[in-house]
């Protein structure tokens, strides 16, 4: 980085939106209370206690970071880093980069406490959940909607992580106040939230369980541009005709629906039905089906037969093929 963000944690104070002045608390402080009742006391008890890492795997030590964001299929655009600048933990914007700040004693006295790994991880989730849900974007300080939305999403998370409910919802359960406050949540508010995420996550794995996996096969890529045009021989097996479609700027040539709901154009010398397009149900009552051509165009079909683009141009007419 060239300099240690922390060091620099005043000029946080000005330059993240969730601070206003320079004669507000502390921003670290007043960004995300959400463990000041307890954090002293825990620090005390605590003070040496293991940490969140966010090394590679090649060092024997868990990336929190990645993991966290594998399971939302994000990629680890944000960087963690130790401080004992924040008194718990924080998220914050500077210079246009997101970080995650934490105090590595304070997640060790609460892992402690909890008796559980899974509770510093849910501090750190938490605190993502405020980057995801735009919340470090906003002008303000915390507020209690913003603190539920990042609890679910800590839930959701560590659901997906392979943690239990109870898990999820320790370190919360052992820091977070009774009562909620103007910018904070109450305890049981807090729990409520962060199990509705570990249980909508629940429900998706769940689902998962009890459907076979969809083909992995990757989709064929078509080059439009050169890809020849499908032809259907008219001695194969006999194709039924609903309809005529008459185009204003060429009367003269032969245009037919069929009952795949393909259209095409008939070559009478050749002997040839060359498709150029096909019909789709819309959702419009007024215009009930789209014909869309290989190069995507779309024109829409009225519930009389009326073919419009998409100026409301009337440009053909779908009649009885006789």
């Given at each position: 980085?060239?300099?240690?963000?922390?060091?620099?944690?005043?000029?946080?104070?000005?330059?993240?939106?969730?601070?206003?002045?320079?004669?507000?608390?502390?921003?670290?402080?007043?960004?995300?209370?959400l463990y000041r009742s307890l954090a002293g006391l825990l620090m005390v008890l605590w003070p040496t206690v293991g940490t969140i890492s966010a090394q590679s795997s090649g060092s024997g030590q868990r990336d929190v970071l990645r993991e966290i964001t594998d399971v939302v299929g994000l990629k680890p655009r944000f960087e963690l880093q130790a401080t004992s600048q924040v008194q718990n933990a924080a998220a914050v914007v500077y210079g246009g980069k997101r970080y995650l700040l934490y105090n590595p004693q304070f997640v060790g006295a609460?892992?402690?406490?909890?008796?559980?790994?899974w509770a510093g991880i849910s501090i750190l989730a938490h605190e993502m959940g405020h980057h995801l849900n735009g919340h470090t974007l906003k002008p303000g300080g915390s507020n209690p909607t913003d603190e539920l939305e990042a609890d679910e999403f800590s839930g959701f998370v560590l659901r997906k992580m392979g943690a239990s409910m109870a898990q999820a919802q320790a370190a919360m359960a052992i820091v977070s106040d009774d009562?909620?406050?103007?910018?904070?949540?109450?305890?049981?508010?807090?729990?409520?939230?962060?199990?509705e995420g570990w249980q909508r996550a629940n429900?998706?794995?769940?689902?998962?369980?009890?459907?076979?996996?969809?083909?992995a096969t990757p989709a064929v890529l078509v080059n439009r541009a050169t890809?020849?045009?499908r032809t259907v021989a008219t001695s194969a097996a006999p194709v039924s005709i609903l309809?005529?479609?008459?185009?204003?700027?060429?009367?003269?040539?032969?245009?037919?629906?069929t009952n795949?709901?393909?259209?095409?154009?008939?070559?009478?010398?050749?002997?040839?039905a060359q498709v150029v397009g096909r019909l789709t149900r819309s959702e419009s009552l007024?215009?009930?089906?789209?014909?869309?051509?290989?190069?995507?165009?779309?024109?829409?079909?009225?519930?009389?037969g009326g073919i419009f683009d998409n100026t409301g141009r009337q440009v053909a007419m779908l009649s009885d093929p006789s």
């Open positions: 980085m060239g300099q240690d963000i922390s060091s620099n944690y005043r000029v946080f104070r000005q330059d993240n939106c969730h601070t206003k002045t320079n004669t507000q608390l502390d921003f670290f402080m007043k960004r995300l209370r609460v892992n402690r406490a909890g008796r559980t790994d009562e909620a406050s103007p910018t904070h949540p109450g305890r049981s508010t807090r729990l409520t939230s962060i199990g429900q998706q794995i769940v689902a998962s369980t009890r459907t076979a996996a969809p083909s890809a020849p045009v309809g005529k479609i008459t185009f204003r700027n060429s009367p003269d040539v032969p245009f037919y629906l795949r709901l393909n259209v095409v154009r008939v070559d009478p010398s050749e002997r040839t007024s215009f009930p089906y789209v014909l869309i051509d290989s190069q995507q165009n779309r024109l829409y079909i009225s519930k009389n």
